[in-house]
């Protein structure tokens, strides 16, 4: 066989075994020189084969745990629009953002973390209204719909002045989103949300955490929102989604240039006039 195909053959026989259920989701693959002296192949023939199967999706590359088997190239995917649902799973109140339903509650994949940090992101810095390197409260979660891997990375700062209105939104429970009724009871209702959309790849830790390889890009979404108390930013919340987890779903509206084009004074061409 021809050196420059050897090792798409490898990736193949591995994805083969893979779909078989030789390795489940998420269990580490065997080494490479294991998989050298299984297909009596050269370390970098089979190092290629890895790098191929991490770009179709099936693997991922992590430093100091090895490669470990992903999803497949199908993982559970959500659509995300733009409506924003009160939470009910829990009786208490809260909100489920985009992609998450009001019904559920998403696990966490690491311990949630709220704790003040030095906000050094000047873009995230500049639409909280803060300066740069200010301490700030960051409330940083991993999560996801339940018996699936991670679906995001959300990292959420808080206004200084809204913690001191309601310091308990440093507190975890169990009610998605509770942390922004407990700003709007607090004085800033309603609060109401702007979102910046744009993909990029991930950092190794975005990658890590996510269990994505880190050339496939991420979904990077900015929400800003701003309090109904006193018209200024009161949060600024960055979700980090894998692409192959996400679809984003927009409704379409009309300019007041793209309305109807014919004279209120006139008819609509006729069906014989437009071909139909």
């Known amino acids: 066989m021809a050196v420059h195909s050897r090792y798409l053959d490898i990736a193949t026989q591995i994805r083969v075994r893979i779909e078989a259920g030789e390795w489940e989701p998420g269990s580490k693959l065997p080494r490479l020189d294991d998989f050298a002296k299984e297909y009596q192949a050269n370390r970098d023939t089979v190092g290629r084969a890895i790098g191929h199967l ?46 998450a339903t009001g019904t559920e509650v998403w696990d966490h994949h690491i311990p949630p973390l709220a704790s003040y940090e030095p906000l050094t992101d000047s873009r995230i810095a500049k639409m909280l209204g803060v300066e740069v390197g200010s301490s700030v409260m960051r409330r940083f979660r991993v999560t996801g719909p339940k018996s699936e891997p991670p679906f995001q990375i959300n990292t959420s700062w808080i206004h200084p002045r809204g913690v001191a209105d309601a310091p308990e939104v440093a507190s975890q429970v169990d009610s998605p989103g509770d942390w922004l009724y407990q700003l709007e009871k607090a004085g800033h209702w309603p609060i109401s949300w702007l979102e910046v959309h744009r993909a990029r790849m991930p950092s190794k830790e975005e990658a890590s955490l996510l269990e994505i390889p880190v050339n496939l890009p991420v979904l990077e979404i900015v929400r800003v929102g701003t309090s109904g108390g006193d018209g200024q930013p009161i949060e600024v919340t960055e979700y980090v989604v894998a692409s192959d987890r996400v679809e984003t779903v927009h409704v379409l509206h009309r300019d007041e240039n793209a309305q109807d084009p014919w004279p209120e004074e006139t008819d609509s061409p006729s069906d014989s006039e437009t071909g139909r």
């Open 54 to 99: 991490e770009s179709e999706g099936w693997v991922w590359a992590v430093q100091g745990r090895g490669i470990i088997v992903r999803h497949g190239t199908m993982r559970p995917r959500r659509p995300r629009g733009n409506l924003v649902k009160r939470n009910v799973a829990t009786g208490k109140p809260g909100y489920s953002f985009p992609s």
